[in-house]
């Protein structure tokens, strides 16, 4: 969810000011969140209330914060301003812009496809605004499960996996021209969607995502928070870029996402993969030399241990650490990393090998 807030913070200055410039200032004192961050938080705080009226929630923080920068879609400011708001139809691209947190919240895709829907039908009832919803949440979902397989993979094949179901859900097709979507302003779930998809396909790394979606010259804000939503699923968001887009937001929003990032560790216990890149995985390999399955398991621990321990570089794991960790996290294994004292680094590891409650390797 926190990569909807950055893509969103990051495109709302180019939203009536489209730049094709890829190197554009990603945050600046002319940045500020938008609608895209507000319902975003507000269907994650309905989730840490038990509540799936999410309606009420997105009605409430909206009417919080009445002119956000950019302001309200002419219905949905209507619905906004109304004591009975009512779903009016809709099938524009909002729906899709603020679902992501039901999609980590929720690892089953029954429960995912069906509050992806009742946070879109409170106001975007039309199908295409349901299954816009639905298609990013999916797309969040499955790219989330496969960090939760615990198998290692290289960042192209999560995407061809983690999209495909979505891609297929949605029903459109995500092999776009550039020409035919750059500079075009298009606030509909089917115009802005398979863009999303389009742009996380080329994309490698958060940041890019995020500079490819807003320099596209489109519905920058939305489409950066879409693109975002999906790209923290993939490769990890930097450090800077978090505590960057969390200094643009009140308070309360602040507190949200905290208790949000907080439900979801706890809810899930696994939120510490990483998908490597291809050459990250081949260039470990060669490092360890050891044969491919144990070569394979070696760089799923190493991959948590990297994104965990925050090293720039993974090859520089020393191998008794990795040793350890996998032969605490085997499927025999108790979970308790019983190398977890025996060194100053492996102390600060002590909690990497019970991200997983039951690790399941491959066959
Ligand atoms: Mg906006």
Redesign the pocket.
């Known amino acids: 969810m926190l990569g909807a807030i950055i893509g ?1 913070i990051v495109g ?1 200055r180019w ?1 009536f000011n489209p730049t094709n410039d890829y190197n554009f200032e990603l945050f600046s004192s002319k940045n500020s969140f ?3 961050t507000i319902c975003t938080v507000a269907v994650a705080d309905a989730i840490l209330h038990g509540s799936e009226d999410f309606g009420k929630y997105i009605h409430s923080w909206c009417r919080r914060y009445p002119h ?3 302001g309200y879609g002419g219905r949905f400011a209507q619905w906004v301003k109304s004591d009975h708001p009512e779903p009016y139809g809709s099938w524009g691209n909002g729906s899709a ?1 603020r679902v992501s947190p039901v999609a980590w919240a929720y690892s089953d895709r029954y429960n995912v496809m069906r509050l992806a829907e009742l946070t879109a039908s409170c106001t975007h009832n039309h199908p295409l605004g349901i299954s816009g919803a639905q298609a990013v949440a999916l797309a969040i979902r499955d790219c989330r499960q496969l960090h939760r397989t615990g198998i290692c993979i290289g960042a192209d094949e999560a995407k061809r996996h983690g999209l495909q179901e979505a891609i297929r859900h949605f029903g459109r097709s995500v092999d776009l021209k550039e020409e035919r979507v750059q500079n075009r302003f298009d606030e509909t779930c089917e115009g802005t969607v398979p863009v999303a998809f389009w742009i996380i396909n080329q994309s490698r790394s958060f940041e890019d995502a995020i500079r490819r979606a807003v320099s596209l010259g489109a519905d920058a ?2 489409l950066g ?1 879409i693109v975002g939503s999906i790209a923290e699923t993939i490769w990890a968001i930097p450090e800077w870029m978090k505590k960057k887009a969390l200094s643009y937001l009140p308070e309360e929003m602040r507190d949200v996402v905290r208790a949000f990032r907080t439900y979801v560790h706890s809810h899930t216990k696994s939120s510490g993969w990483v998908i490597m890149s291809d050459e990250e995985i081949e260039a470990l390999g060669n490092d360890f030399g050891v044969d491919e399955m144990s070569k394979k398991r070696n760089l799923m621990t190493v991959a948590r241990i990297w994104h965990d321990v925050g090293w720039s570089d993974a090859r520089t794991v020393p191998e008794e650490i990795v040793d350890p960790c996998v032969t605490c996290c085997h499927p025999g294994g108790n979970g308790v990393c019983r190398f977890g004292s025996s060194s100053r680094k492996a102390r600060r590891l002590t909690h990497c090998p019970t991200y997983l409650p039951e690790p399941k390797w491959l066959p």
Do not use: F, H, V, Y
């Open positions: 969103d709302s939203e938008t609608d895209d956000p920068m950019g812009m804000d939305t928070a």
